[in-house]
């Protein structure tokens, strides 16, 4: 059994890697995934297994989005809906579900709440020292805006378009606003962030469950960590013949929980309790540190 | 991975358990300095410089309380000197509080940070570097205490305001210990460092104490001065987090016993070089921060 498997074992789990199938789910399949699949694999190839195993994920997780009653008219569902900071946050992945009618061609935008953005313009003072040279204010910021498509923008409609339907960083700070020049730096800081974003090749067809004439596509925003809590609205556009119109939104909620729901609650609004409180936690923790090294300590002198 | 809730993002938590461990271990191993890497490590690691600062200096309320309980036991504090010093710490950390909070306002806190580290990181990095060179040179650490008295001792004599203080033996200036815990508790404040690296020196050279009740004393003061920094901090600019604290702490403590058994095998001056350049790298790093081109030129305020 064991020889028979080894060649064609490396070619299976890459083909698995590279699709990220989750292997607890074949696991479940047992024997058929175990001898079949791989046996399958050395005959068909990569190129056969990629949408078998997209099928299989889509199996596996019933959470994306697959209402039947739904499929049969165009919008846009988005996978979690809800997403939670703990203390184990480091970022969160967003699976949006896109259907159009035939022949169009799927924009998301995903914005978070606009706020009033003030950043730190560097400058050079006394000749050699880098520092803070005064303030640059974007009013009504999104603090976070990304855009993805299946092509790239500028191939489904003109600037002027895309400006209106509000899918360019052109859009957010227009040319005409007093900070309009320094643009281009806020939306590299941005960028290098992870909170904005247009990415051309975000979204791919997927396999549509329907029998009917939607088009369906696929892709995973990603939110850093240091995304802000508040609602995200995703919203869908299609385009066709360089028009663009909406086809539907979403909402997905950004909260604090747990720990850190706790800490940064009373940290805001009881702020010298918590001053008090880390002193002492601080305390008992250093005594209690201590206590125990010093009995280790003095049982090895 | 773990998200710091007044950060408002998230760290490896094994990188900072690690940075714990190394500035504990090096604190461990010279007794004292290896504190005021923590501040400009962090900042490495993205964490804004007013949160590094202020849970810095909530890590020290923790790393102070078992030693300082264990010299409170042992006597070897002087509360006298120490409370003259606190009195100027808790005067410090409250206008160090205040200063950085109109910094912030202004935009320039994290410069007025990085700036005062540069300076205190290079002299404290060149004065620990040529003190154990000369050192391993042979020539030992006689000049310092030679020199110093002729001119300080006479200026210390001189200040109105003498006290004595009978655990240490002494009859100085209460002007002196009152200066020196106020410079040390607005360094607390804007740097989230203990300062033990300033005091310890001065107490031994120019208060000439004994040496017994130095590390007491300063290590009382320090602890103190930091309870008041850490809550001053969390009422009046937020930047406390408890997570950090706490992460670091642990870090630094298991770091602090492998440093004190390691302290006691190797040669300290080789190792104390090493510090002393591992201090001037960071300084040269935050030095080049302030001078380079900045890759951006905007940037995040920080905080809220």
């Not at chain 1, 697959?66 to 809800?82: D, F, N």
């Not at chain 1, 498509?149 to 489904?156: G, I, K, R, Y």
């Not at chain 2, 404290?124 to 391993?136: Q, R, T």
């Not at chain 2, 404040?189 to 031994?204: D, S, T």
Request: net charge positive.
């Amino acid at each position: 059994m064991v020889p028979r498997r080894k060649p064609v074992a490396p070619c299976a789990a890459r083909a698995f890697r590279a699709v990220r199938v989750p292997l607890g789910a074949l696991r479940h399949h047992g024997r058929l995934f175990r001898f079949v699949f791989p046996a399958f694999c050395a005959l068909a190839g990569v190129p056969v297994i990629l949408p078998l195993s997209l099928t299989a994920r889509a199996a596996e997780r019933p959470a994306v989005p697959a209402a039947t009653g739904e499929e049969a008219v165009p919008g846009l569902q988005v996978q979690p809906e809800h997403v939670s900071i703990g203390s184990d946050f480091g970022g969160a992945s967003l699976t949006v579900r896109a259907r159009l009618p035939e022949g169009f061609q799927p924009v998301v935008r995903l914005r978070g709440p606009g706020e009033r953005l003030v950043l730190k313009r560097k400058a050079k003072r006394a000749g050699i020292l880098w520092m803070t040279a005064g303030e640059v204010v974007f009013e009504d910021l999104p603090n976070i805006y990304q855009i993805m498509s299946a092509v790239p923008l500028a191939d489904l409609a003109g600037p002027r378009v895309l400006s209106d339907l509000g899918l360019s960083y052109e859009s957010l700070v227009t040319s005409g606003s007093p900070s309009a020049d320094w643009r281009g730096e806020l939306i590299r800081l941005k960028e290098q962030a992870g909170l904005f974003s247009i990415t051309p090749s975000g979204l791919s067809s997927a396999a549509s469950t329907a029998r009917e004439s939607l088009e369906v596509s696929t892709g995973v925003f990603r939110l850093p960590a240091l995304t802000p809590p508040g609602e995200l609205r995703l919203e869908l556009f299609g385009f066709r013949n360089g028009e663009g119109r909406g086809f539907g939104s979403a909402q997905v909620t950004v909260e604090r929980s747990g720990l850190t729901r706790t800490v940064w609650l009373l940290a805001s609004e009881h702020a010298f309790l918590y001053g008090c409180v880390a002193v002492l936690i601080a305390v008992a923790a250093g005594v209690l540190c201590g206590w125990i090294f010093q009995g280790r300590g003095v049982g090895g002198h | 991975m773990i998200y710091l809730p007044i950060a408002g993002n998230s760290v490896s938590i094994l990188m900072l358990i690690g940075l714990g461990g190394v500035v504990g271990f090096l604190s461990g191993m010279f007794g004292v300095g290896g504190g005021f890497l923590m501040t400009p490590l962090l900042m490495m690691l993205g964490i804004p410089a007013t949160v590094a600062a202020a849970s810095d200096a909530n890590q020290i309320v923790a790393a102070s309380a078992s030693g300082c309980y264990a010299h409170l036991r042992a006597r070897t504090i002087d509360l006298r000197m120490g409370s003259v010093m606190l009195v100027g710490g808790l005067l410090g950390g409250t206008l160090g509080v205040r200063l950085i909070k109109i910094l912030h306002a202004l935009g320039q806190a994290d410069f007025a940070i990085t700036a005062v580290y540069v300076v205190m990181l290079g002299g404290v990095g060149s004065y620990m570097f040529f003190e154990s060179l000369s050192a391993l040179r042979g020539r030992g650490r006689v000049p310092k205490s030679k020199l110093r008295p002729s001119v300080h001792r006479r200026a210390a004599e001189a200040l109105p305001f003498v006290m004595e203080f009978p655990r240490s033996k002494i009859r100085v200036s209460a002007l002196i210990p009152f200066l020196l815990g106020t410079l040390v508790g607005v360094l607390a404040a804007i740097m989230g460092v203990g300062g033990g690296f300033i005091m310890v020196p001065i107490m031994i050279y120019l208060l000439r104490m004994p040496m017994h009740v130095v590390v007491g004393t300063s290590l009382f003061q320090i602890m103190l001065t930091c309870v008041n920094v850490t809550v001053q901090q969390a009422s009046f600019n937020h930047t406390v987090d408890v997570e950090l604290a706490l992460v670091l702490l642990v870090g630094s403590v298991i770091g602090a016993q492998i440093g004190v058994r390691a302290g006691r095998r190797l040669k300290a001056d080789q190792i104390k070089i090493l510090l002393a350049v591992l201090v001037l790298a960071v300084m040269t790093k935050m030095l080049l921060n302030l001078l380079l081109t900045p890759s951006h030129l905007l940037a995040f305020r920080g905080g809220h």
